[in-house]
């Protein structure tokens, strides 16, 4: 893929938030899409991953939409100089998760992150800042809540409550299986908020978690291993 980051990599927090500002008013948090192929993005840490100058290995995992097989993958090893600051990890993982969509020779019709999108203090997540820097659209789906309350969803795959912050809707808790955690999803570019969940779900047919974020997260981690 040929990607061309359209701003310098920041070297304070404060610089890093001027960038979400300046980029969050192209977001297009609308649109359907039928992808093709689809790619998984993730990052793994050395260590706790708190520190600067951390080991990272972030992989992009592009699989087949229809029957999640893989059809390519490519991993970067780098260092995160940026400082841990909460709301502006994408500045950890962007430098090096860049090289690695990079290294793809497909270019996928959809981006799933391992993180956030609208569902941020600033409404610029990782998921809209990768697909701004791409074009392409993305979505967020998260593990865990950052930002927001909600109410529990109901029990079964497909139940969904809204993820709000200050009243407005800016993300959904989905239960992508029966009885499991919920996952929290937003949107990153390019994608509405109810396609992105339909999205999640195509892509989580078995597990909690959606295939591309788990090809991606065990690409990572083996080759943070080895590095």
Do not use: N
């Amino acid at each position: 893929m040929e990607i061309t980051v359209p701003h310098a990599w920041p070297a304070t927090p404060d610089e890093a938030e001027a960038i979400q500002h300046d980029l969050r008013g192209q977001v297009v948090a609308s649109g359907t899409v039928a992808p093709r192929t689809v790619a998984g993005l993730d990052v793994s840490y050395a260590g706790d991953g708190h520190s600067t100058h951390t080991r990272v290995a972030a992989a992009a995992v592009v699989l087949d939409a229809s029957s999640l097989e893989v059809l390519e993958e490519s991993v970067a090893v780098g260092t995160s100089d940026f400082p841990y600051v909460p709301g502006l990890f994408a500045f950890r993982e962007l430098p090096t998760l860049v090289e690695a969509l990079r290294g793809l020779s497909i270019t996928p019709d959809l981006l799933v992150c391992d993180g956030y999108g609208l569902a941020h203090p600033r409404r610029f997540g990782l998921a809209c800042h990768v697909g701004i820097i791409t074009g392409l659209p993305a979505i967020g789906i998260a593990k865990t809540a950052f930002v927001g309350t909600h109410e529990p969803p109901g029990p079964k795959r497909g139940d969904r409550s809204p993820l709000l912050i200050d009243g407005a809707e800016v993300g959904s808790v989905l239960r992508t299986q029966d009885g499991v955690k919920p996952v929290f999803v937003s949107v990153g570019h390019r994608v509405g908020l109810d396609e992105a969940c339909r999205l999640a779900l195509a892509l989580a047919p078995g597990y909690r978690l959606p295939e591309t974020t788990r090809r991606a997260d065990r690409l990572s981690r083996d080759r943070l291993a080895t590095a």
